[in-house]
Structures are given as C-alpha cells and as structure tokens.
C-alpha cells in the first residue's frame, strides 16, 4: 500500500505547454441570462498574513444567479451536446437551444453530483425547457438537496458514497434515445461531454486574463487550484500552461479524498477510499480520466488539507469580505501549505502574487 504524502514537487511541469479553448465558449455564455464576468478581489490583509506581496481571489460565489462556478461548464457541455444531438450548426445561443426543444422529440438530462454541477445541470435544463434527474449521495447537505430540488429536477438520493452514485446514474442511462448523460468526469467511452465541461470553465479564466492585465501587474507566481475529480483544475492548467510566464501551479485537495495526490505520486490514477469532509464538492475518489494527463503533466504542486485548515480559511475570508464554502476556501488553505512546505522551493516571498479560486459560497456548501 502507498502512503500517501501531504506534498508534491515535480518542477518540470512549469515547462509543459497546453492548447486553450476558443473564443467560441465566451460567446456562448454571453448568450446566457445575466451574464457578467464574475470579481476578481484583492485581499491585501491576507497576503501581509502569508507574507507575499499579493493575493488576488477570482470570487465565483455567485455566477450566472447560482452560488458556485459549476454552470459555466455544465451550460456550455449542454449547449454542445444537445447541437450535435439536434444537427444544430454553427454556434448557437441559449435562445436557439430553446427553440430547437420545443421542435425536437423528449430528453431528459441526467447527472450524478455532490452539489454544485447538480444544480447547474437542473438549471441549464429548466432554463432550455428539458427534464432533468439528478442523482445525489445521502451525506448531501439538506439546503444542497432542497435547492437541486427547487430548479425543477427529479432528485433520486443514494445511501452511498459518490463514486457509486456516478456508476447508478451511469447504468439507469440504459435508454440513449431519451437519456443524456452531463457528467463532469470522464471514463472509458465517455470523454465528448466531460471535455466540453472543462471547455466552459475557460471563461472564468478568460475573464481572469482581462482582469490580471487590469490591474497592471499580470504576471502570477502561484495559482492554487481546488481538485475533486480533476476538471477544474484541468482547465486551470490549461490556461496557465498557454501563458508566455508560467507561474507555479498547485491542486489541493482534502485529506480524506487523495485521488489526484495518489495519482501524481504513483503516477497511477485509481479510485481511493475516501471519508468525512466538510468539502463536500472535492470529496472525490476516482480522477477523470480527461483530467489525469494534463494533471500529470503539468501540475508542478499539489497539496492536502484537512477540514480545520479549511474552516479556518472559511473564518478569514468571511473576515474579508468573501462569502465562501468549504470547498472555495480550500484554496487559501492551500496556498499557506504550500508556502509554508514549499515556499522557498517555489521562489515564493515577498514580492509574490498568489491567485486563488473561490469556487462556491457558503450557502452552496454549509457549514
């Protein structure tokens, strides 16, 4: 059995180069009702406390009228799905979508989920006018349920853990006529889907860019990035691998649910057993299988925290001003261990800009 380490350095992967998305994701999610790039805050308290120069926090507490950054991939796979399910050319708008459905015969979008990417799907799907059936673990926060319930879905709920609510979900797909599939992990067979949800997570990182140059000072030296299945984080190394000055970039992920760790250490990617943690959205066992070679590549850190580092980072950012869940403050948890195991190795100090990612409010994921 490997033990599994609270850090990894693997420094060649600053080199690694990635190709981003198109202008084609931005131009769909500008379709979308509400649409408006989400803040990108300075919290220069927290930063004196690091001891670096800057800590900028691209805030998704709230997106597109729903507390977490999770409908930009699930609109834009579902976008994409459902064009190529409808012969529908060219790039098409939410508007489209909704016409194109009124004409075409029934589906029901499906989905397994610890919360946000639920949501996400149930209100893309009432937006467009589809049913929608989420399935969702027993350790589901009730507000989480009530909400996924309150976008229009039919919430089925398992007494277990998440890795076999993704594989129930997978086998009541047994009808692809009137069944579609919006998962954010892939597996063999199944990568289209999981591809364009990681594709509709680089509009927040398109608007980041825009924002970073704003502020006079686009270059970073640190990038934390949160790791549940690995998508997110795919889409994040993607972006910062395609910039001319690559900064570090390290995943974090709870102590109870290792799976990209394990990965990146055995360089394996397998399901580990996980446990209790107040991340509810990174309490993963299995990386996608899309994820795990960009993850392998071009991950130079990653590192674990357990649920007291956590709330504290929660604690602080509300001191700041940010409403952040669990899984959001994550990555401020992060950036201290790694500044405080790695720091010197990263060149980190005083003069460094760390960018962070607050993924979720608190009321996405109470505490």
């Keep these: 059995m490997h033990t599994i380490d609270t850090i990894y350095h693997h420094p060649p992967a600053r080199h690694r180069g990635f190709a981003r998305p198109g202008a084609e994701v931005l ?46 991939g699930a609109s834009y796979a579902i976008s994409r799905a459902l064009a190529a399910r409808w012969n529908l050319t060219g790039a098409v708008t939410v508007d489209e979508l909704r016409a194109a459905a009124r004409r075409q015969p029934p589906v029901t979008l499906l989905c397994a989920t610890d919360g946000n990417h639920g949501r996400a799907v149930a209100r893309t799907a009432a937006t467009i006018g589809l049913p929608c059936r989420v399935f969702i673990p027993g350790s589901l926060t ?13 919430v089925r709920e398992l007494d277990a853990p998440y890795d076999d609510v993704v594989a129930a979900m997978r086998a009541h797909a047994a009808t692809p006529e009137e069944a579609l599939v919006i998962q954010d992990t892939a597996w063999p067979g199944y990568r289209e889907i999981p591809g364009w949800i990681v594709d509709g997570y680089s509009t927040m990182l398109a608007e980041l860019e825009a924002q970073l140059h704003e502020t006079g000072e686009p270059r970073t030296d640190l990038v934390v990035a949160p790791a549940g299945v690995g998508s997110l984080a795919q ?24 799976a990209i760790m394990h990965a990146l250490q055995t360089g394996v990617a397998e399901p580990v057993a996980t446990g209790r943690t107040v991340m509810l959205g990174l309490n993963c066992g299995t990386p996608s299988e899309l994820a795990w070679p960009v993850l392998r590549d071009g991950v130079d850190a990653a590192v674990l925290v357990d649920d007291a580092e956590t709330l504290r980072a929660v604690r602080e950012l509300r001191e700041a001003g940010v409403d952040a869940g669990p899984c959001g403050a994550a990555t401020l948890a992060g950036a201290r261990r790694a500044l405080e195991r790695l720091g010197e190795a990263l060149g980190l100090g005083a003069s460094s800009t760390i960018v962070l990612f607050n993924t979720e409010s608190l009321a996405a994921n109470p505490v």
């Design 27 to 72: 131009a769909f999610h500008r379709s979308l009702p509400g649409y408006a790039p989400t803040p990108l805050l300075e919290l220069p308290g927290i930063a004196a406390e690091l001891g670096v120069g800057r800590v900028l926090l691209k805030d998704e507490s709230s997106r597109l009228g729903l507390p977490a950054f999770k409908v930009l």
């Design 142 to 154: 009730q507000e989480a349920k009530r909400a996924i319930a309150a976008e229009g879905a039919e």
């Design 235 to 258: 889409a994040i190394v993607t972006h910062f691998r395609s910039v001319d000055a690559p900064p570090t970039v390290a995943v974090v992920e709870p102590v109870a649910a290792p």
